[in-house]
Every structure is written in structure tokens, then in C-alpha cells.
């Protein structure tokens, strides 16, 4: 990944094509709505959190692969401090002193070469990190000459690094692979569909609810709709990946439509557990940055794997 290749690559300009189509078609809707006198005011807040957003992500993969996991590797810290806010957490610098150092070290072995094999990424340190720190963040206690209330924070700054930092940071560890912009601009566009196809089918079709204790809004049409378009996308999308056999346009679209969901469900359990709405208000619209990139967790490290196993990161 770099400025030159993606001028030169046919996939970026085809999303970019893709993308400012559907920003023009959207705003174009909503300014019609807006002129025959229809309330669009909490869906033009969101349409103009992606004018936002959408400029810095094609912006940033556009820049090349450093940029790249670096602002993976910012989203994943900044994802964590709400977290660690939201739970209090944050108050303890100890631990979240560990995650942050931790988190950006995936960063730092995800843009360094393999010693051994020349690759870039250092894949083996990247899979070995969560020993080292859960080990470190289970043996700070001890350091700390402390037991009173260390087990939940303990548990929290664990949670914190592994699903906030390690799986999503496999966002950004594809962008070592041979068919980095592929992979990336699907799974940013597919996952981002997935949870409009959802929230579309749940509204026009949406009876009974999914999960009514964990999110009430979500519904069994909502759900078993943003499978059906996920499954489909891999297959309009095929030009991300051309490599990919009829087996894993199939797996490509049941993770981001079953993992999508799951990766939605879990912050909205969190959230509600500890009784927030939202994780933060960094994005208009939006909510925080893991309101946004939530989804993206179980995506991401499942479909790298995946890659991975079935063709290699080349």
C-alpha cells in the first residue's frame, strides 16, 4: 500500500466511485425529504457524521500502509479509553497504562518485517502478544502489593486489550497482504451496509425482537435481512477479491453478516450492563468511536484468519 499504488489500483477508484455515488444519492434523498417538509434532522446528523468520516478513512488508506495501521492502531486506543471511561476503568492509570503501551506495541509489530521470513507484519509476535500482557496485567496486582477490588479491574483491562485492541488491530495487519486494499475497502463498506441493512429490514419489516433485554431496537427481520444482503455483497463486490472460489464468497458474507451483528450485540450488552446509551460523542450522529467500529471486532479478526487459511496473505 502506498500513494502511488493506490492511484494505480483499480479496486481504490472503483470504491471511491462507489462510495461518492452513494454519499451524492443519499444527500440528494434527504434534500428532498428535508424540501417536502419531512423531519430528516436525526438521519442528516448521521449523514453528516459520514461526510466526516468517510474522507478520513479513504483519506488515510489512500496514504499508504503506515498510515493505515497507525490510525488502526489510534481507533483501537481511543476505542479503548471510552471503554475504560465508561467503566471506570480509566481511574486506575496502572492498568490502563499497560493496555495503551500494549496496544500500541500491536501497532509497532504489525508495521515491522518478520525477522525470520522478510513478510511484512511480524505475524508471530502480533499472535503471541496477548500472553505477555494478559501475564503482565494478571501479575500487576502482585507488583502493586494489592487484592481489594484487583479481580474486576483485573478482568476489565484484560477484556479491554483483547477485544478493543487485539481483534480489531487485525483491521490493520491486513494491510500487510498483497491485496490490502481489497480486503480492507470491502470489509469497511460491507460491515458499514450490514448495519444499514439491518437497521432498513428492522424498520420495514421488524416485529419480533432479536435480543429485547440486550438491544430492544434490533429485530429477527432486521437480523436475518442483514445476512441475506451480506451474503450477496461478496458477490457484486467480487472485483475486492478475484481470488476467492464460490466457498469463500460464501464465508466472506456470512462473517460479516453473523459477525457484524454479534460484534453490535456484545457493546450494546456492555452498554447496557453499565446502563450508557452511547460509548462517546466523538462522531456527530454516531455516537463514540466504538458505537461506530464495533461491528468491525469480530469481523475482522475472523475473516483475517480465514484469509489467512484459505489463501495465504499474499
Given at each position: 500500500?502506498?500513494?502511488?499504488?493506490?492511484?494505480?489500483?483499480?479496486?481504490?477508484?472503483?470504491?471511491?466511485?462507489?462510495?461518492?455515488?452513494?454519499?451524492?444519492?443519499?444527500?440528494?434523498?434527504?434534500?428532498?425529504?428535508?424540501?417536502?417538509?419531512?423531519?430528516?434532522?436525526?438521519?442528516?446528523?448521521?449523514?453528516?457524521?459520514?461526510?466526516?468520516?468517510?474522507?478520513?478513512?479513504?483519506?488515510?488508506?489512500?496514504?499508504?500502509?503506515e498510515a493505515t495501521i497507525l490510525g488502526v492502531t489510534l481507533l483501537a486506543a481511543v476505542g479503548f479509553r471510552e471503554f475504560a471511561r465508561?467503566?471506570?476503568?480509566?481511574?486506575?492509570?496502572?492498568?490502563?497504562?499497560?493496555?495503551?503501551?500494549?496496544?500500541?506495541?500491536?501497532?509497532?509489530?504489525?508495521?515491522?518485517?518478520?525477522?525470520?521470513?522478510?513478510?511484512?507484519?511480524?505475524?508471530?509476535?502480533?499472535?503471541?502478544?496477548?500472553?505477555?500482557?494478559?501475564?503482565?496485567?494478571?501479575?500487576?496486582?502482585?507488583?502493586?502489593?494489592?487484592?481489594?477490588?484487583?479481580?474486576?479491574?483485573?478482568?476489565?483491562?484484560?477484556?479491554?486489550?483483547?477485544?478493543?485492541?487485539?481483534?480489531?488491530?487485525?483491521?490493520?495487519?491486513?494491510?500487510?497482504?498483497?491485496?490490502?486494499?481489497?480486503?480492507?475497502?470491502?470489509?469497511?463498506?460491507?460491515?458499514?451496509?450490514?448495519?444499514?441493512?439491518?437497521?432498513?429490514?428492522?424498520?420495514?419489516?421488524?416485529?419480533?425482537?432479536?435480543?429485547?433485554?440486550?438491544?430492544?431496537?434490533?429485530?429477527?427481520?432486521?437480523?436475518?435481512?442483514?445476512?441475506?444482503?451480506?451474503?450477496?455483497?461478496?458477490?457484486?463486490?467480487?472485483?475486492?477479491?478475484?481470488?476467492?472460489?464460490?466457498?469463500?464468497?460464501?464465508?466472506?458474507?456470512?462473517?460479516?453478516?453473523?459477525?457484524?451483528?454479534?460484534?453490535?450485540?456484545?457493546?450494546?450488552?456492555?452498554?447496557?450492563?453499565?446502563?450508557?446509551?452511547?460509548?462517546?460523542?466523538?462522531?456527530?450522529?454516531?455516537?463514540?468511536?466504538?458505537?461506530?467500529?464495533?461491528?468491525?471486532?469480530?469481523?475482522?479478526?475472523?475473516?483475517?484468519?480465514?484469509?489467512r487459511w484459505f489463501s495465504g496473505m499474499g
Amino acid at each position: 500500500m502506498s500513494i502511488e499504488l493506490a492511484i494505480n489500483s483499480a479496486v481504490f477508484l472503483r470504491y471511491l466511485v462507489i462510495v461518492g455515488g452513494l454519499l451524492l444519492f443519499a444527500g440528494v434523498v434527504l434534500g428532498s425529504l428535508r424540501l417536502a417538509g419531512r423531519n430528516v434532522a436525526s438521519p442528516l446528523r448521521t449523514y453528516r457524521g459520514w461526510l466526516v468520516m468517510i474522507p478520513i478513512v479513504l483519506g488515510t488508506l489512500f496514504l499508504g500502509r503506515e498510515a493505515t495501521i497507525l490510525g488502526v492502531t489510534l481507533l483501537a486506543a481511543v476505542g479503548f479509553r471510552e471503554f475504560a471511561r465508561a467503566t471506570g476503568l480509566y481511574e486506575d492509570w496502572w492498568m490502563t497504562g499497560v493496555v495503551y503501551v500494549a496496544i500500541f506495541a500491536l501497532g509497532a509489530v504489525s508495521l515491522v518485517p518478520d525477522p525470520r521470513l522478510g513478510s511484512p507484519g511480524w505475524y508471530g509476535f502480533f499472535m503471541a502478544t496477548p500472553v505477555f500482557v494478559i501475564a503482565l496485567i494478571l501479575f500487576l496486582p502482585v507488583v502493586r502489593n494489592r487484592a481489594k477490588g484487583e479481580l474486576q479491574k483485573v478482568a476489565l483491562a484484560i477484556l479491554g486489550f483483547v477485544y478493543f485492541g487485539w481483534m480489531f488491530m487485525h483491521l490493520g495487519f491486513l494491510a500487510n497482504t498483497t491485496n490490502a486494499y481489497g480486503y480492507l475497502l470491502f470489509l469497511v463498506f460491507a460491515v458499514e451496509i450490514n448495519d444499514v441493512a439491518a437497521y432498513t429490514f428492522g424498520r420495514l419489516f421488524g416485529k419480533r425482537r432479536l435480543r429485547e433485554r440486550i438491544s430492544p431496537n434490533k429485530t429477527l427481520a432486521g437480523s436475518v435481512g442483514a445476512v441475506a444482503v451480506s451474503l450477496v455483497m461478496p458477490w457484486l463486490l467480487w472485483f475486492s477479491f478475484p481470488h476467492f472460489n464460490t466457498a469463500m464468497l460464501v464465508l466472506t458474507g456470512l462473517i460479516v453478516g453473523v459477525g457484524g451483528q454479534l460484534g453490535d450485540l456484545v457493546i450494546s450488552y456492555i452498554k447496557r450492563d453499565i446502563g450508557i446509551k452511547d460509548m462517546g460523542a466523538a462522531i456527530q450522529g454516531h455516537g463514540g468511536i466504538l458505537d461506530r467500529v464495533d461491528s468491525m471486532i469480530f469481523v475482522a479478526p475472523i475473516f483475517f484468519h480465514t484469509v489467512r487459511w484459505f489463501s495465504g496473505m499474499g
